[in-house]
């Protein structure tokens, strides 16, 4: 069966410092993945997502860029933090057909 | 573009009792709807979708949606609800072709009070 693995859990970062946030996934071949950031009482906005290795499509414009540098993993990055990062990152994959999305168990980042 | 509306933000509710859950959807193009349950500090996990066919659907832990496209609206029902239903739900929808990244609603928190 696929899973879905992030990590860190749960990360404190004062404002300025770098970022690297790692989504991957198993048990499944050439998937999408998506990034996405909940604010705190809000819902989920879509960050980037990628169809493959090295493609990469950014929704938003913002601090944060992301790279695929193998098929089953996704890393969200930031050169220098900004308070309005914080938030709850998750981390999806679709298959092919691209009919629903299975999420990751989320990383929590407070920006300080 | 697509967009989701969520009419409640918040939805107390007593035990046993009945609930429905609203969503309204805007779209140019055709689309797959979905809802899925955020329990406190996890992912989100799939509930439900429609993508096609019976417009009345079934999902996990005895909720169910109807599509309704004349009113662009997926509302979620479930007949009795229980305390572990309490969590955050959230309506979403994608296109039916080309780029299907998911558009969500803002949330609706449902609290089953004893």
């Known amino acids: 069966s696929q899973t879905i693995h992030q990590w860190p859990a749960t990360l404190v970062q004062p404002v300025g410092s770098p970022l690297s946030l790692e989504c991957t996934v198993e048990g499944t071949s050439n998937p999408n993945l998506y990034w996405y950031r909940q604010a705190a009482g809000r819902g989920l906005q879509l960050l980037f997502y990628s169809v493959g290795i090295g493609q990469i499509s950014s929704e938003v414009p913002q601090n944060l860029s992301a790279s695929r540098p193998q098929d089953r993993q996704f890393i969200l990055s930031s050169k220098k933090l900004l308070l309005s990062d914080s938030g709850f990152y998750l981390c999806a994959w679709s298959g092919r057909g691209f009919d629903e999305q299975f999420f990751g168990p989320g990383t929590r980042l407070t920006v300080l | 573009a697509q967009s989701v509306t969520q009419l409640d933000s918040q939805v107390p509710v007593f035990e046993e009792a009945p609930v429905e859950l609203r969503c309204n959807y805007s779209s140019s193009v055709s689309v797959y709807l979905f809802w899925y349950v955020q329990y406190p500090n996890q992912g989100l996990q799939l509930l439900l979708k429609?993508?096609?066919?019976?417009?009345l659907v079934k999902g996990i832990n005895g909720f169910e949606a109807e599509f309704n496209k004349s009113q662009t609206s997926f509302h979620l029902r479930k007949p009795s609800v229980h305390i572990s239903d309490t969590a955050e739900y959230f309506c979403?929808?994608?296109?039916?072709?080309?780029?299907?990244?998911?558009?969500f609603g803002s949330g609706t928190r449902l609290q089953v009070q004893p």
């Open positions: 429609y993508l096609s066919g019976s417009t």
């Open positions: 979403a929808v994608s296109r039916d072709t080309g780029r299907r990244a998911l558009t």
